[in-house]
């Protein structure tokens, strides 16, 4: 099993910043990707971010230029950095962990609420 620790979230104002941390536990083997959902009121859940095993990132258009994505392989950690945020970034935002047998993890999921 893997655990998905996220931390980071919050209440800012639009054009402010958060960085959120996910952090994995438990049996971290045959990863292929990890990354970011959001999923706002009323809405689905999107693709915010992901980093492959390669390190290759792919990023929501909705976020390119304004967020980046990174990990920290000896610590299993991935992060977003999220900067000029905007009211319509407002959703909870779910970690996530694949393996190259498909199996997904998730994390509990964390607040990031943006003011106008």
């Known amino acids: 099993q893997v655990q998905l620790v996220e931390s980071g979230g919050g209440l800012v104002q639009a054009g402010e910043s958060l960085r959120l941390s996910c952090a994995a536990s438990?049996?971290?083997?045959?990863?292929?990707?990890m990354g970011w959902y959001r999923q706002a009121p009323g809405k689905q859940r999107e693709l915010v971010a992901r980093?492959?095993?390669?390190?290759?990132?792919n990023y929501a258009d909705s976020v390119k230029g304004r967020f980046t994505i990174s990990r920290d392989n000896a610590k299993n950690t991935v992060y977003l950095q999220m900067n000029s945020l905007k009211p319509e970034d407002t959703a909870v935002y779910y970690c996530?962990?694949?393996?190259?047998?498909?199996?997904?993890?998730w994390g509990q999921g964390t607040q990031v609420t943006v003011s106008s």
């Open positions: 996530f962990l694949s393996r190259w047998t498909q199996t997904v993890y």
């Open positions: 980093i492959t095993s390669d390190s290759t990132t």
């Open positions: 438990g049996s971290i083997s045959s990863i292929r990707d």
